[in-house]
């Protein structure tokens, strides 16, 4: 299989505090993890694209000093949402590809952050 | 950069029939179109997807068809059931460079199957 795990499921912070999540590949290597944000209704927006070992890809319009990405093995991402404000609330959901694999996505189960 | 349009974005149907949901994407380069299902509050999974070198696939009561030079490709569902509402999402994958490939996702489709 293909199995990508997400922590944590749920988060309830207060404004200005920093959130971090993490998106792991169970039983396979990810050369590449995708972040996404999902608001309700709507479809996932890509924010940024984490290679192993480098810096991040981020997509127009998403801060880079907001949403610190590091992907530090082959198997594990994180997201780390700093100084959240109540905008930041919305699903947030990884995916990762196989290394060496073809272009299949495996979803996290997604993080649920409010920031009250 | 590509851009993915799906319709319809709500889609209604009695049990037991088909549904058919289509998307066009804007740059030819894109070579992978997965198609994925998204239950309330839970993540995609992936259901079918297809390669830019086939035109259509099947798998059981899922199918996916592609016209490359119409730039559209389909997902249709036959003898829908009621597990079968959820939100679809259909996808266009276009290498980036170095490696890496990005996806670009339709805006969604919520079908409800009617028992």
């Known amino acids: 299989g293909a199995v990508v795990s997400q922590h944590p499921s749920w988060v309830i912070c207060k404004s200005g505090t920093s959130v971090k999540i993490e998106c792991r590949s169970l039983d396979f290597q990810a050369t590449t993890m995708f972040w996404y944000r999902q608001f309700p209704k709507q479809s996932l927006m890509l924010m940024a694209t984490?290679?192993?070992?480098?810096?991040?890809?981020?997509e127009q319009g998403v801060e880079k000093d907001k949403f610190l990405i590091n992907h530090a093995s082959l198997t594990l991402s994180t997201l780390t949402v700093t100084s959240a404000h109540p905008e930041d609330s919305s699903f947030y959901i990884c995916s990762a590809r196989r290394a060496g694999g073809p272009e299949t996505q495996y979803f996290g189960p997604g993080t649920r952050l409010l920031v009250l | 950069g590509e851009n993915v349009e799906q319709h319809p974005s709500t889609l209604s149907v009695q049990e037991g029939d088909s549904a058919v949901i289509k998307c066009t994407y804007s740059?030819?380069?894109?070579?992978?179109f997965p198609w994925y299902k998204q239950e309330l509050g839970k993540r995609p999974q992936l259901i079918i997807d297809?390669?830019?070198?086939?035109g259509e696939k099947k798998d059981q009561r899922i199918a996916v068809t592609l016209n490359k030079t119409a730039k559209h490709f389909s997902l249709h569902i036959t003898e829908t059931q009621p597990e079968d509402s959820a939100v679809y999402f259909c996808a266009a994958t276009l290498y980036s460079g170095a490696g890496s490939y990005q996806l670009t996702f339709g805006k969604g489709t919520k079908l409800s199957v009617i028992p």
């Open positions: 297809i390669r830019s070198n086939v």
């Open positions: 740059d030819s380069a894109s070579n992978y």
């Open positions: 984490s290679n192993e070992g480098s810096k991040a890809t981020y």
